[in-house]
């Protein structure tokens, strides 16, 4: 199947407006991370958290002022899907069971009549907390350094291994960055669990396969057409390619996005991160990755001549 049978596009010419749009992206990521911090959940934070589902709708506002008192913390309460379900977290010393009685006896004193029944509960220690937030962080920067040697040795050239680099750091960012500012409005959970790391490591996997057929194009071409420009040999490989990318992006998507409507709350973040990633992973190949290849490639040739 193809949808591209002879594209002509020019990739390379639009490299500014992608500059300029990518450099946005990820200095809002950046900012957001630095002011609003990283929306950690209790898989990285540490604490309690439940999910209750009541009879009745419930009021998220009213119930977090009206549980501050009697839990001692102002917990973080949002809805999980309906207005009917809702996911508590507190951070408290007290036993997992007291809370659990305790918050039940509260929500019997606050919504007299509105049964509730409780969906799941996790319960993770600080110092389990801690290292799992040092573990995943290990997982992304090791997973990018094996990256960065494999590109380099199976292309020869450490401008690949920058525009590869480069490309997955962009598509983290970004994801993360959404994820952070989505925190306080999101109406399904966007908090950075091990769930989420998932997906940035699948993230990292999609864009890097995506970029590596791209190059591997350009490797052909650069020994078929060995008297062609460098920069119009970069756009024909990205033509090339092209067919395959958007075929194999669609239906990736298609499957991501079908995981995100029907695969339940506790996988809406994970879906959700992954159909940012998809898109992102097929952007960052054909704009990110090849004009920073080519950019510098070129400064690679002025410094050896």
Same mark, same amino acid.
């Given at each position: 199947m193809r949808w591209f049978e002879s594209p002509n596009f020019d990739f390379i010419k639009a490299q500014k407006i992608a500059y300029i749009f990518s450099g946005t992206m990820v200095v809002v990521s950046i900012i957001a991370i630095l002011t609003m911090g990283l929306n950690y959940g209790i898989d990285f934070r540490g604490g309690q958290e439940f999910v209750f589902e009541f009879q009745q709708p419930v009021d998220v506002v009213e119930m977090r002022s009206e549980l501050a008192e009697p839990l001692g913390t102002i917990p973080e309460i949002k809805l999980f899907g309906s207005n009917r379900e809702i996911l508590l977290r507190v951070d408290t010393e007290e036993d997992i069971t007291t809370m659990r009685e305790l918050l039940i006896t509260s929500f019997g004193t606050l919504y007299p009549g509105n049964s509730v029944t409780v969906q799941k509960t996790d319960l993770v220690g600080p110092r389990f907390a801690e290292d799992l937030r040092r573990g995943a962080l290990y997982s992304i920067i090791f997973a990018m350094a094996v990256v960065f040697i494999y590109i380099f040795i199976r292309f020869k050239g450490w401008y690949f291994s920058a525009g590869a680099i480069a490309a997955l750091a962009h598509d983290v960012l970004i994801v993360l960055g959404i994820f952070t500012i989505m925190? /306080? %409005?999101?109406? %399904?959970?966007v908090s950075i669990n091990q769930a989420l790391i998932a997906a940035f490591l699948t993230i990292v996997g999609y864009s890097l396969n995506d970029t590596v057929v791209v190059f591997d194009r350009i490797r052909e071409n650069s020994i078929i057409y060995k008297t062609m420009n460098f920069k119009d040999m970069i756009n024909k490989s990205l033509n090339d390619t092209l067919s395959r990318t958007v075929v194999t992006s669609v239906t990736t998507l298609f499957v991501v996005s079908v995981l995100f409507i029907f695969g339940g709350e506790v996988l809406k973040g994970f879906a959700f991160a992954l159909v940012i990633g998809v898109i992102l992973g097929t952007y960052s190949s054909l704009f990110v990755a090849s004009s920073i !290849? !080519? /950019?510098?490639? *070129?400064?690679? !040739? *002025? !410094? *050896?001549n």
């Open positions: 925190g /306080e %409005f999101a109406p %399904f959970d !290849v !080519v /950019e510098l490639q *070129k400064r690679a !040739v *002025k !410094v *050896k």
